[in-house]
């Protein structure tokens, strides 16, 4: 924001400042019993007791800001707007208010502040124009609330959209973000020239872990089995709970023969950390030629599918020969 002219922000802030800095702690103090009502707020009050400092602290900075040379109020703008955006974020992870309450929690912190500072100028007995102060004024409150809500609907969106391709129980990404998954990698494979299986895995015996030890120590047991997924090898980010004892593996730049050896290792880590508790695995190296579009990937699921039920049968031949 430029203004037209000269301003005498020395003059101004010898006019003001101490009127506007006196008022904040009554700013607070309605702003406090305008939300009073509200649970949430209260709730939210008791487990972060430094609210009112922090907004004291704020308005403070804020107050100070307006008296500002040009270039100087413009890097404090600029540094603010980066701090509500920051300050936004956090609210939303705190995840104590809906949007609606944030409204009504920014509506009432900017209204209070209204009415004290529009009084508190009005009260000081001087012929000096404040209209370049109020102007200022406004344009703080107005990019704070702007950048605070930026912030608040990124986080937000980003919760949302984790929730949406993410199991619940094991925070693995889950079947539906599947497809778009594996599209992607696969435009990158034919990019950089590089192979990428699926491997389906089947936790053994996991209903019999259920009904011996009840729900709640079978979901523990499938958290543990999904770190191990996860952890398969280095930077992995490609492991996907598909319902119940079902995952699938999607593995860039790995050959078959390599993620064979990966899911023998990871049977016999599943082995040492759950008595009793093994894996059934099928793999399928996908066509990184073929046209990813028209990709069958249901087809070679079920491909996989049909190799792990085969390695069932064979495992079992083995265990009770004849």
Request: hydrophobic letters at 35%; charged letters at 30%.
């Amino acid at each position: 924001m430029k203004m037209e002219g000269f301003i005498p922000w020395t003059k101004l802030n010898h006019t003001y400042a101490q009127a506007l800095h006196t008022i904040i702690p009554k700013v607070i103090e309605d702003h406090l019993l305008d939300m009073s009502h509200i649970k949430e707020f209260r709730s939210y009050v008791e487990h972060y007791p430094d609210y009112s400092s922090h907004l004291s602290q704020t308005l403070h900075r804020s107050c100070d800001a307006l008296f500002l040379p040009e270039k100087e109020y413009e890097r404090y703008i600029e540094k603010d707007y980066e701090e509500g955006v920051h300050v936004g974020i956090a609210f939303a992870k705190r995840n104590y208010f809906t949007i609606d309450l944030m409204l009504h929690l920014t509506h009432s912190t900017r209204m209070c502040s209204i009415q004290r500072v529009l009084k508190a100028i009005k009260d000081v007995e001087t012929v000096i124009d404040s209209s370049p102060i109020i102007e200022r004024f406004f344009d703080i409150t107005n990019k704070r609330q702007n950048s605070f809500f930026k912030g608040y609907i990124n986080e937000q969106n980003k919760k949302l959209k984790h929730q949406s391709i993410r199991d619940p129980l094991t925070s693995l990404y889950n079947r539906r973000y599947f497809y778009p998954y594996v599209k992607e990698e696969l435009v990158r494979a034919q990019k950089e020239g590089f192979p990428i299986t699926l491997v389906l895995v089947d936790f053994n015996n996991f209903k019999e872990i259920n009904d011996r030890r009840g729900h709640q120590e079978g979901d523990r047991v499938l958290k543990r089995f999904a770190r191990c997924l996860s952890n398969i090898h280095e930077g992995f980010d490609g492991a996907f709970r598909f319902g119940g004892d079902e995952f699938v593996l999607v593995l860039s730049a790995c050959s078959e023969d390599t993620a064979e050896k990966l899911a023998q290792n990871l049977n016999e880590t599943i082995k040492q950390i759950e008595k009793g508790a093994s894996i059934s695995y099928g793999l399928i190296q996908l066509p990184a030629d073929s046209f990813i579009e028209g990709l069958n990937l249901d087809m070679y699921l079920n491909l996989a599918d049909k190799r792990m039920y085969e390695n069932k049968q064979y495992t079992k031949k083995i265990k009770t020969p004849e």
